[in-house]
């Protein structure tokens, strides 16, 4: 199975999150309302900051364009 980079999650339990799942590596699920990551795959200090910086960035640009073709679709 091809996933796609990034998938939205919901839970009903935490009705203010909004959770995106980076699922390549490094995977990780970041809660866009808090800032809060929870790395998936061991990340070692040699990882370049700049790159998961980037993978946010790029995590919520998803789930803006998710939001707005979801909004123009109903």
Known sequence: MNLPEFL????TDCEDAIFV???QYPRF????SSEDVEWLD???EEDPAD???RLF???AEFYDREVERIE???
């Open 8 to 11: 939205l999650g919901d839970n």
């Open 21 to 23: 799942i980076h699922t």
């Open 29 to 32: 699920i970041i809660d866009l």
């Open 42 to 44: 061991d990340v070692s």
């Open 51 to 53: 790159e998961a910086e």
């Open 57 to 59: 960035v790029a995590a």
């Open 72 to 74: 123009k679709s109903l």
